[in-house]
């Protein structure tokens, strides 16, 4: 517990402060004169017990950070880099050829390749450098007793043992990273202002006014926390806490199980989700469990602690957060609202449909155009402009629905709250104890009674025909009449079968799916010409019509001779997806025997085409395509209104759009595939692939099957090579890529699965994280294999990824493979 220290607690205040002062630095000297240059190898210099690097780390293809991490463990991770001094972005971003020189005059030069200046430390007088042991770069001088310059005065994300923050100091403050793959600055600051208290603040980025914000963490708040604190220290012990200006100490977090310091390595760092969280690695390469641990965190709940008006709050607008574990959040958007960035799963989210345009020029209201989803405990705390009491829910149904500011109301304990965009501060919380009631636009809202709608147009069209013929006809004679009324039958034969023709095409689904006949898709596709592949399902061709432009068309040859309404019921599902991970559907065809689907068209082709082609794609972009995929399943499985199975994931089903964006295809049309319709196996021990185990137990299939092939597939795409490669059938472990990757794993030689891969080589702490959660997913046991939403949270960044398990539990799925031992 936080406490004040009087007489009787000095010696626990000397004990906690004297690893700081009282142990020396030992430390190899660099002399002047020395440098590093960016992309060439092993560019660094090294701390003297080996623990810590300063140098050169490669972030992208043709740029590099000047940094220091520990460098014996696995990971690499990274604990200072340097930034730019403004402090308007963070990150600088160093081309390769770029220099950093120990000068002659005593400063810390870099340059580019052209010898212009990029970062400069210290001033002119060091007689040489040093990379100390505690993970400090320094600038000294002989015969002096300080330092004239040292990293650990100029931190950015992360505290170390023996690092102490001074109010009276420039060092009071650490700065988040905008996500776990950038450098830049994010939208959280850790500091010790004038007021005396350690805070945890948002701001406003670029604009760093972290002040006018208000603090979601205040240390003030902690029983005995009200004193003025003059620094925050990080112990060589491992312990965190303030000391005020009168000498009282208060312990940050709760207290816990320390391990011994010469056992484990400790950080603290500013995460980018906003979390404060203390890590321990262990320091020894045998142990079992090679990655970081959470020790504490601050706040205990972040989603619950913005409490300011200003702000979007733990996540970006009109999104909102969900504590998960550990401290750690993720962050949804409602249904009807999409990520600005897919990328970055805390930004902003955007309705995907236009809520402004609330009253119709066609004289439809609001309610005929919008309907309301429901989110349980789920509140936009500060977002509220209306508040109207005894309500019931129908009641604030009704006044949401009429009302064209509103975009959620929050109904509760018989109060309806109305809220506007943009909507901040959102959360998932039980003590919210109501539903938001979540606006979204209808599709194919348009109903037979608009008076715009072509079969209004046409029936008074045709009635004002009939009204002018039937005057004629009165005043004309038995010639001309049977003349008109010849004509009116010709006319109102072709006006039939137009009239039907319309109504084929205008019975579209609430999905605002395009009906097509057969015969226009026969036009648009040159009498399916050209094809552009096979699957499970039929032939794809491509097509081309004015209104759409390019166009792939999908003849199913496999499947149900349902009824219509069975049909367009299924079609209906996959036509109200809209993600970015996903192929659009456009249209579909159902005319006598003919079931065709009309999908939007990838001109980069399957992601099958470049992983195993010649040309293969770039690691980060591998990666990335890979992220994308996740996302997809994310939404597939949790996220769209009726949760959709895919059953076939593999690259073959992953095109890729212009950009290389991964895009999911052929999903929802496993419930159309004809039941007789068998798996193939892949010969080499009879059943692993992409199909999950449980397809050949006669046990239920659930969105897990999806999880296991996605790990397969993870494995292939950044592993670039096939899961299955009969003619390694001789290096039996290599045939089977799963068995190779955890043999790999378990041994400790993952560079063997990407030997000739120089840019996975550069990044292997990465490349483990992605091995690691693969395996989770290749789990034979559905129960401990993760759901997609906690595997694209693992790949994000957000959760933790243990240690995986022997992923064969059954031994007839184990074979000659690597031993594994029970789960």
């Not at 196996?681 to 137990?697: D, H, K, L, Q």
Request: aromatic share 10%; charged share 20%; glycine share 8%.
């Amino acid at each position: 517990m936080p406490s004040s220290v009087t007489h009787h607690h000095l010696f626990l205040l000397l004990l906690l402060l004297l690893p700081i002062y009282s142990i020396a630095q030992t430390y190899k000297k660099l002399t002047l004169g020395l440098s590093l240059t960016s992309g060439v190898e092993n560019s660094k210099w090294a701390s003297q017990n080996g623990d810590f690097a300063f140098g050169f780390r490669q972030i992208a293809d043709n740029s590099f950070l000047l940094a220091i991490w520990y460098y014996k463990i696995p990971d690499k991770t990274v604990v200072w880099f340097a930034t730019d001094s403004t402090e308007s972005n963070g990150e600088i971003q160093i081309p390769k050829g770029s220099k950093v020189e120990l000068t002659t005059d005593g400063k810390l030069i870099l340059s580019d390749p052209q010898g212009k200046l990029i970062w400069s430390a210290g001033k002119s007088g060091a007689t040489y450098a040093a990379m100390l042991d505690n993970g400090n770069f320094i600038l000294g001088s002989t015969g002096s007793a300080g330092y004239l310059w040292e990293s650990f005065d100029h931190p950015t994300d992360t505290i170390l043992p023996s690092q102490i923050l001074d109010r009276d100091r420039l060092n009071n403050k650490l700065y988040s990273r905008a996500n776990d793959t950038s450098f830049s600055n994010g939208r959280f600051r850790l500091r010790l202002p004038n007021t005396g208290s350690l805070v945890l603040q948002p701001v406003a980025f670029p604009s760093l006014t972290e002040n006018r914000y208000q603090p979601y963490y205040n240390s003030s708040s902690l029983p005995g926390g009200n004193l003025k604190v003059k620094q925050f220290v990080f112990n060589e012990s491992g312990h965190i806490y303030v000391i005020s200006k009168n000498g009282s100490i208060m312990n940050l977090f709760q207290s816990e199980t320390i391990v011994p310091a010469t056992d484990v390595y400790y950080r603290a760092t500013l995460d980018f989700d906003g979390v404060f969280t203390q890590y321990s690695h262990p320091k020894s390469t045998s142990a079992p469990e090679q990655f970081w641990s959470t020790v504490g965190y601050i706040p205990d709940n972040i989603c619950t602690s913005f409490v300011d008006r200003l702000g979007s709050g733990a996540c970006g607008y009109n999104s909102y957060c969900e504590l998960t574990s550990k401290g750690r959040t993720s962050c949804q958007c409602p249904p009807g609202f999409d990520f600005i960035d897919p990328n970055n799963r805390f930004g902003d989210c955007k309705p995907n449909f236009d809520l402004q345009r609330c009253h119709q020029a066609d004289g439809r209201k609001p309610n005929e155009s919008f309907e309301l989803q429901t989110l349980k405990n789920v509140d936009w705390t500060t977002s509220d402009y209306e508040e109207l009491q005894s309500y019931n829910e129908r009641d604030c149904r009704s006044s949401c629905l009429s009302d064209c500011l509103c975009a959620v109301a929050l109904f509760r304990q018989g109060t309806c709250w109305k809220k506007k965009l943009p909507l901040p501060n959102g959360r998932l919380d039980v003590s919210v104890n109501g539903n938001a009631l979540i606006k979204i636009r209808l599709d194919g809202s348009s109903s037979e009674q608009d008076p715009n709608s072509p079969f209004i147009k046409s029936g008074r069209k045709n009635q004002s025909t009939l009204i002018l013929v039937g005057s004629l006809l009165l005043g004309s004679s038995v010639f001309f009449n049977f003349i008109f009324l010849g004509v009116i039958f010709v006319v109102m034969f072709f006006m039939n079968k137009t009239l039907r023709k319309k109504t084929h095409r205008t019975s579209v689904l609430r999905s605002n799916l395009h009906s097509f006949t057969y015969e226009e898709l026969e036009e648009a596709t040159d009498r399916f010409s050209e094809e552009l592949g096979r699957g499970a399902f039929g032939i794809v061709y491509k097509g081309f019509t004015e209104e759409m432009g390019s166009i792939a068309v999908k003849k199913l040859d496999k499947v149900f001779h349902q009824g219509e309404k069975e049909f367009k019921s299924e079609v209906n599902t996959i036509g109200q997806t809209h993600h970015k991970n996903l192929v659009r559907l456009l249209g579909f065809c159902d005319e006598g025997q003919h079931r065709l689907l009309v999908y939007e068209f990838m001109s980069n082709s399957s992601l099958a085409d470049h992983l195993f082609g010649i040309s293969k794609p770039d690691w980060n972009r591998r990666v990335q395509i890979a992220f994308g995929i996740s996302r997809g399943l994310m939404y597939l499985h949790e996220e769209c209104s009726t949760q959709i199975i895919h059953c076939d994931i593999k690259p073959q089903n992953i095109l890729l759009d212009d950009s290389f964006t991964a895009r999911i295809s052929d999903f929802g049309l496993a419930k159309l595939l004809i039941t007789s319709q068998t798996r193939a196996s892949t010969g080499i021990r009879g059943t692993r692939g992409y199909v999950a185990p449980e397809w050949f137990r006669n046990t239920p299939v659930s969105s897990k099957v999806d999880v296991y092939s996605y790990g397969v597939m993870l494995l292939e795409i950044i592993c670039c090579r096939k899961g299955v490669v009969p003619e390694l059938v001789e290096e039996e472990i290599k045939a089977i890529l799963t068995d190779w990757a955890y043999d790999c794993y378990s041994q400790g030689k993952l560079e063997d699965l990407v030997e000739n891969d120089e840019e996975v080589m550069n990044d292997m702490r990465r490349f483990e994280r992605l091995v690691m959660i693969a395996i989770w997913c290749i789990q034979d046991e559905p129960s401990l294999r993760p759901s997609m939403k906690k595997v694209t949270q693992m790949l994000e960044g957000v959760l933790e990824v243990s240690a995986p398990p022997c992923p064969y539990q059954f031994k007839e799925y184990v074979g000659n493979s690597s031993e594994c031992n029970d789960v």
